[in-house]
């Protein structure tokens, strides 16, 4: 995948969600179809971690339920780097668990910034976030 569609209400919902978590990290789920994300779906982070997320299981189990129920797919995982980097770190390339872009929020000078990546036997590409 080279780039993913979403709205301007889409990224500032997940923004919201991580930075009202900072300096925890964040994260949650994108369900959507093909390239185009239609909804923010956000999940607790279990490990309560500044560097580190886990998805809250039943959490994560129910919004997989409610993404095919609404006949959408898991196209993208996000989550926040309080702290930096803006990319992926080595724990989330060995942890990916999902053939799914991965999007990264981190600060830049004061504002969350987010980069799509995709990660494949152990190394990640950028995937261009299209913003509508
Ligand atoms: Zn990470």
Redesign the pocket.
């Known amino acids: 995948m080279h780039s993913l569609t979403l709205t301007k209400e889409q990224l500032q919902k997940m923004i919201a969600h991580v930075d009202s978590h900072a300096p925890l990290e964040a994260c949650g789920l994108l369900a959507g179809r093909g390239s185009k994300i239609e909804s923010v779906l956000m999940v607790t982070n279990q490990a309560q971690s500044p560097v580190r997320y886990v998805m809250d299981p039943i959490e994560q189990l129910r919004a997989f339920e409610w993404i095919d129920s609404n006949g959408l797919e898991l196209i993208g995982i996000f989550?926040s780097?309080p702290t930096g980097p803006e990319t992926?770190?080595p724990?989330?390339i060995a942890q990916a668990a999902y053939a799914v872009v991965q999007i990264?929020l981190a600060p830049v000078d004061g504002s969350w910034h987010a980069r799509g990546f995709w990660m494949e036997d152990g190394a990640y590409s950028e995937v261009a976030l299209q913003v509508l």
């Open positions: 989550h780097h992926v770190s724990t989330d990264i």
